[in-house]
């Protein structure tokens, strides 16, 4: 394919992704082969909506060699290997997508029941073996699952989300959709959402020496960090503490879906990640608030469960807080059907640290430019 077309194939594909909830933010990533040798992929850490053509990075299969100041996805190694090991493969997706992630830490492949779905994705959609992102243990894992399992299109990475394969655009979108489907008729066998009553929930945003407190209910607050007054003041001044112990957070999120308050309550004194974006996002773990110490739930954290099973999410903006909750809502949803089909499978500690860690390091670098 001509270059220039398999980089546009590339950005609409990303919209689409993100359009249709199977990517969101900069994760995940794109690439389109170009020839028997090369192909092109997202950057690394960029947003979908805002690509350009010079942003898509050419990359070589063999040794992942790539010219210009633009660094590709750190996960170039994934699409290397369906290239080589798929001829017939041309458009790679690597996404996060709630259900295949929410699969990916039951330890075990996927059964396709349905023929509507094993007429896209075979039999079976193969887990891989673990290995933290971007590294050459997960490349690997990657590798092998699609060289043992020739007839499948796609391939669940363990505590991470999925690869999907097409001999174009439309068809590896197809396969991303097909799974995400199949998946959800997957956990749904044993996996029944939570039945909890709904609180009323408050986010907030720092607003120079104020905060502008909402509830989900319509109600407003506007209160100065120095006093408070009102029905809501427990919950902001909890949210002014938070303020003033972390002078990195101006949004603050709180959510009370019924996979976060099933976990919440179910969980104990803590939630530990199943999945590698929770570990790097969230934290370490997210626990509980006792008492009026949500400074102290949080340290080293960006989120922490209520009483009541909500969860308060932190971020440096309100894009930042969602899409914590997004992760967080995430492994809510993989502890609790890793509950229903025998029980959690949670990551090492240690990998935990070691990405959490890179994380903020990285991160914040990229917020600095």
Avoid at 193 to 208: F, H, L, T, W
Wanted: contains cysteine.
């Amino acid at each position: 394919m001509d270059i220039m077309q398999a980089k546009l194939a590339v950005i609409e594909a990303g919209k689409a992704l993100v359009a249709n909830g199977l990517i969101a933010r900069t994760w995940g990533n794109v690439s389109c082969r170009i020839s028997d040798t090369e192909f092109v992929i997202t950057p690394s850490g960029r947003s979908y909506e805002s690509l350009t053509p010079d942003e898509i990075v050419k990359v070589k299969i063999e040794d992942l060699s790539y010219e210009g100041d633009v660094k590709p996805s750190s996960e170039k190694g994934v699409h290397a290997s369906a290239y080589k090991l798929r001829p017939d493969c041309n458009f790679v997706i690597h996404t996060h997508q709630l259900n295949a992630s929410v699969v990916s830490v039951l330890g075990k492949d996927m059964p396709v029941e349905s023929a509507m779905h094993s007429s896209v994705l075979g039999s079976k959609v193969p887990l891989a073996s673990y290995g933290m992102p971007s590294t050459k243990k997960l490349k690997e894992g990657v590798y092998n699952a699609i060289a043992n399992n020739p007839d499948s299109k796609a391939v669940i990475m363990s505590h991470h989300g999925a690869v999907c394969m097409g001999k174009d655009s439309n068809e590896a979108f197809f396969v991303a959709q097909t799974l995400e489907d199949a998946c959800n008729v997957y956990l749904l066998k044993k996996y029944k959402v939570p039945e909890n009553k709904k609180p009323v929930c408050y986010s907030s945003i720092r607003d120079g020496e104020k905060i502008l407190l909402s509830g989900d209910d319509g109600s407003s607050i506007e209160c100065p960090f120095s006093g408070m007054d009102g029905k809501n003041f427990a919950m902001a001044a909890m949210h002014r503490d938070i303020y003033i112990a972390r002078p990195d957070v101006n949004a603050i999120v709180q959510s009370a879906t019924p996979d976060i308050l099933g976990a919440g309550k179910k969980c104990g004194g803590a939630l530990k990640p199943l999945l590698d974006d929770f570990a790097q996002i969230a934290g370490v773990t997210v626990r509980k608030i006792k008492g009026d110490k949500a400074v102290k739930a949080l340290k080293g954290r960006n989120a922490a469960f209520l009483k009541d099973g909500s969860v308060l999410c932190c971020g440096s903006d309100m894009y930042d807080a969602n899409a914590i909750q997004m992760v967080v809502e995430k492994n809510c949803k993989s502890y609790l059907a890793g509950c229903a089909f025998g029980k959690p499978n949670y990551i090492g500690k240690l990998d935990c640290f070691i990405m959490r860690t890179i994380y903020k390091l990285k991160y914040s670098k990229q917020k600095d430019k």
